[in-house]
């Protein structure tokens, strides 16, 4: 009767069974406790002194991880939960995440255990870059946010998602302002204060037609967030471009996809 209970599903949390949403539970108020946020935990929501949220993305997300990474998962979700009431946001949804989502190159080791079923591949010439995907991030004044499964768990339509996460990504390459260096002929490195420098490898077309005018292939790779590196299609460019991205790059050397 023991394990038959323990592994009914939750009548409030339906991802998890009965034991495992009141283990959910108990780390939800553990963290609010810490953050000094007076609430009550009971069913499937939290009725804070801030407001009152849904626990169903915290239980999704968990869902799909090991027990032992729940109280990291748990306190993660609750400060984005809270960040939303403070800052007066509204859930993610449809109708709330166009103006600011963005679209972001997401490295595997940048995982960290949650949740990304929603991601999709970076495509290069050769098909689909291993290691590395495009995400959505919430793009606010001080912050930038990656999005994982439960942060966009009530938005419905991801395809418009990413139509105004690519948009907005040529928005910030745009605007954000820039410096260039040559390490080699035709090779540039590309820096800019901006957390989405890097992710303009992503807008291919857009990059090549800025920093290398008329070159009708082009290589992208990228060592970490603040810097792209570009260069023209060929040995000696892939050379430099491979040994300035380093060992652990955010986006290995990639040739650019063909029109």
Same mark, same amino acid.
């Given at each position: 009767m023991g394990l038959f209970n323990r592994l009914r599903p939750d009548p409030d949390l339906g991802s998890l069974d009965t034991r495992s949403a009141d283990r959910v539970r108990d780390l939800v108020r553990s963290s609010l406790d810490a953050l000094g946020i007076e609430a009550s935990v009971d069913g499937g929501h939290i009725d804070s002194s801030l407001g009152y949220l849904s626990l169903e993305p915290v239980a999704r997300e968990c869902a799909d991880q090991d027990r032992g990474s729940w109280p990291v998962i748990v306190d993660e979700v609750v400060k984005r939960m809270v960040r939303s009431l403070v800052d007066g946001a509204d859930q993610l949804s449809d109708a709330t995440i166009g103006q600011h989502v963005v679209w972001r190159l997401l490295p595997d080791p940048e995982r960290m255990g949650r949740s990304?079923?929603?991601?999709?591949? +970076?495509?290069?010439? !050769?098909? @689909?870059?291993?290691?590395?995907?495009?995400? $959505?991030?919430? =793009?606010?004044?001080e912050t930038l946010d990656v999005l994982n499964d439960a942060a966009l768990?009530? +938005?419905?339509?991801? !395809?418009? @998602?990413?139509?105004?996460?690519?948009?907005? $990504?040529?928005? =910030?390459?745009?605007?954000?302002p820039v410096e260039t260096t040559e390490?080699?002929?035709?090779? +540039?490195?590309?820096?800019s204060p901006s957390w989405l420098t890097a992710s303009w490898a992503l807008l291919p077309e857009e990059v090549a037609a800025r920093f290398l005018p008329g070159g009708a292939s082009v290589l992208l790779a990228a060592p970490d967030h603040r810097h792209l590196l570009v260069g023209p299609d060929a040995e000696a460019a892939r050379t430099v471009l491979g040994q300035a991205a380093g060992e652990t790059p955010v986006l290995p050397v990639v040739r650019r996809p063909s029109r």
């Open positions: 990304f079923r929603y991601v999709r591949p +970076v495509q290069g010439a !050769d098909g @689909a870059v291993p290691g590395v995907s495009v995400a $959505l991030a919430w =793009d606010g004044e768990s009530e +938005v419905r339509d991801l !395809d418009l @998602a990413f139509r105004a996460g690519r948009e907005n $990504l040529v928005e =910030d390459l745009a605007a954000a390490l080699a002929e035709g090779v +540039v490195e590309i820096s």
